[in-house]
């Protein structure tokens, strides 16, 4: 099991499957994109399934997130979801995209066992989206989105950053929309993770903010789903008008949820980390390639747990980000 040294237990792992993205959201890369990893330094299907399998088969990961950059550009993905889901145990499997691409492969990612999906979405407005991900490709999200619900990968979850005197007038747009067509939506706040550092605490939208502007004009009744707490859950829920449908809201930075935090990340380059802002990483790649055996690779992952840190410290006065930004990481 990947305990850490305060008795939390890793059970999640977000593998990316590469650094590379067809978009370029602010917050998360800059205009111009980033120097992608070169090839012959991205772990190759068979080494991703290696590890994967040694994480589900003998360290207690139990659920498995495909991320990126843009995991749909990974041209081995369908053939990577059907080799983990015949792992035994079978790990839950799901995938975190900006639905680009996803028209095409939602029926095969399903046939060859996706469980479910997050995909992104920020905005309404096809203006606002070439303003915020640089891209005119809204049409592309909003088909991704319907063929991964007619694919069956339900409920369709989608994922939404909202970035002040850009888009964070649409949280109740984002919300109807989603209920009109049966997705679940969680606001994400955003998060000092981008390549250009252009984070400002005194900009970010917060999870009050954002629970405020729903509230707004009495559209949605919210009633917490869960009175007692969220659980292990980074989203707080929140029941529309009663139930059964739902709004999340993830305050990563104002309502940090580490004590419960269950994850645990390899990049593409085959680097582990035990935490999104983690300032070490721990390399696989390299004893992998060197022939090390199932037992030396384990010991690497309990080290890495081992050395897992109480919080993010986004609130710290000496907070430093991460040398890596999310879509190098895996969001
Ligand atoms: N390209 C895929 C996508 O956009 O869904 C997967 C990778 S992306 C890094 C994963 C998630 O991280 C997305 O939902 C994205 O909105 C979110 N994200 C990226 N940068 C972020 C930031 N600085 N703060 C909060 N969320 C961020
Ligand atoms: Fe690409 Fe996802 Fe980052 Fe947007 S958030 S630039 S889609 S990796």
Known sequence: MLTDSFGRTATDLRVSLTDRCNLRCAYCMPAEGLDWLPKPEVLTDDEVVRLVGLAVTRLGISEVRFTGGEP????GLTAIVRRVAALSP???ISLTTNGIGLDRLAAPLRAAGLDRINVSLDTLSEETFVKLARRDRLGDVLAGLAAAATAGLTP???NAVLMRGINDHEAA???RFCLDHGYQLR???QMPLDAQHGWRREEMVTADEILAELKLGGEFALTPDDPTGRGSAPAETFLIDGGPQRVGIIGSVTRPFCAACDRVRLTADGQLRNCLFARVENDLRTPLRA?????????IWLRCIAAKLPGHGINDAGFLQPARPMSAIGG
């Open 173 to 175: 747009p984002l919300l």
């Open 291 to 299: 022939g090390a055996s199932d037992d030396e690779l384990e010991a």
């Open 187 to 189: 606001f994400i706040e």
């Open 90 to 92: 079978r790990p839950e």
């Open 72 to 75: 749909l550009l990974r041209r």
């Open 156 to 158: 369709v979850k989608v």
